[in-house]
């Protein structure tokens, strides 16, 4: 592997430093090799997965500068990566993986349980690398854990930063659905020096099962928000062609599954608590391209949690008109038009929504 021989010297004097038997001197084996960038500096280092000893159910994470002696390196730890058995056979399988990332200015990097790399719009690390460990479990496919670790200079110790749940749809293409940042106090003050794994899986299985009501904070991917300034843009420029082409994108669902199922994913990946003006906007922009099922799943979510956002009645009733629907689609126009005009902006209320609460089908 490149670069093993860097440290090859080194590993086999860790390894000898933990041996009690003369026939145990062998260099470690390598199981992977990162590049990286940890400390901010510009330096260089190597991050390690070393297999562990044949009595350890676990590997070892070792991070080392890719020039320099025993004594530099930065963490050595056998707790962090524990090994459990397979339901299926005798094998051990890897609790967590071991990523590196690039810090970029206002986004992070995750992994979802697809192993597909995602862009989170959330700053993060502006410079430099971090260290994600990613959870792996046997037969779930639909979420994951991303424990995000960046170093800091002042304690020179891997701390961890962010802690966030990767759901992708347990049905049709599978993909991502939704990223939440649980609390850093679901694991407390945690260092890769001071990092059990073991312990950790057990608070995340918890974390998941206890959920407080509402669920955890959302974030929202790069590429989502990228896909509504694009669709926002071709629709004021009238460009009907691109604009329905980017929200076709905003589906989920390919040619071997079909289109997935509204119900499984909208909700889950467009409805943002603390940005119900976006998700109001998705839900417009939904109906507008005649994805009427959609945009009345999603319009319906905001005004759930956002009753205050008025015009979100307005675009659920024109979907709902447009599906035929206009037993509730009156309702939804009147609820519009009687909190416009309790805002004393009467005159602004556009007249299909009299025509259609009086049961005149008006364009």
């Known amino acids: ?14 390894a000898t430093s933990v041996a009690f038997t003369p026939h145990a001197l062998a260099a470690p084996q390598v199981l992977k090799e990162i590049p990286a960038s940890l400390l901010g500096d510009g330096s260089r280092q190597n991050v390690f997965v070393l297999a562990g000893g044949a009595d350890e159910a676990s590997n070892r994470l ?17 707790k962090a990566l524990p090994l459990t058995k397979s339901q299926y056979s005798s094998d051990l399988l890897d609790s967590f993986s071991v990523r590196v990332f690039n810090g970029r200015p206002g986004a992070m990097t995750v992994v979802d349980p697809q192993e597909e790399e995602v862009l989170v719009k959330q700053r993060f690390v502006e410079a430099g690398d971090y260290i994600a460990l990613v959870t792996n479990e046997e037969d779930n496919a639909v979420y994951n854990f991303n424990l995000l670790f960046t170093f800091n200079k002042g304690s020179k110790q891997f701390e961890l930063k962010s802690l966030l749940k990767v759901v992708n749809n347990d049905s049709c293409d599978r993909s991502l659905v939704s990223i939440a940042e649980l609390p850093i106090e679901t694991l407390g003050p945690t260092t890769l020096a001071s990092f059990n794994g073991l312990e950790a899986l057990k608070k995340l299985r918890a974390a998941n099962v206890g959920s407080p009501q509402g669920g955890y904070k959302k974030l929202m991917t790069v590429g989502s928000a990228d896909l509504l300034d694009k669709a926002l843009a071709a629709y004021r420029k009238g460009d009907s062609s691109s604009f329905k082409e980017v929200m076709g994108n905003m589906l989920m669902g390919n040619d071997a599954h079909g289109a997935c199922s509204p119900e499984s994913y909208i909700v889950g990946k467009y409805f943002f608590s603390q940005q119900p003006g976006w998700s109001n906007d998705v839900g417009f922009l939904l109906g507008e391209a005649g994805y009427y099922t959609e945009s009345v799943q999603l319009l319906n979510a905001v005004i759930a949690h956002n009753p205050e956002r008025t015009v979100a009645y307005l675009n659920l009733a024109d979907s709902y008109w447009a599906m035929n629907n206009k037993e509730r689609a009156v309702p939804a126009y009147k609820q519009y038009a009687s909190r416009m005009s309790d805002a004393g902006k009467a005159s602004k209320i556009p007249a299909r929504v009299a025509e259609r609460s009086a049961g005149v089908s008006g364009s």
């Open 1 to 14: 592997m490149k670069g093993c021989s860097i440290l090859l010297g080194g590993l086999l004097a860790i």
């Open 62 to 78: 070792l991070i080392a500068p890719v020039q320099g002696r025993n004594e530099d390196i930065l963490l050595d730890t056998s």
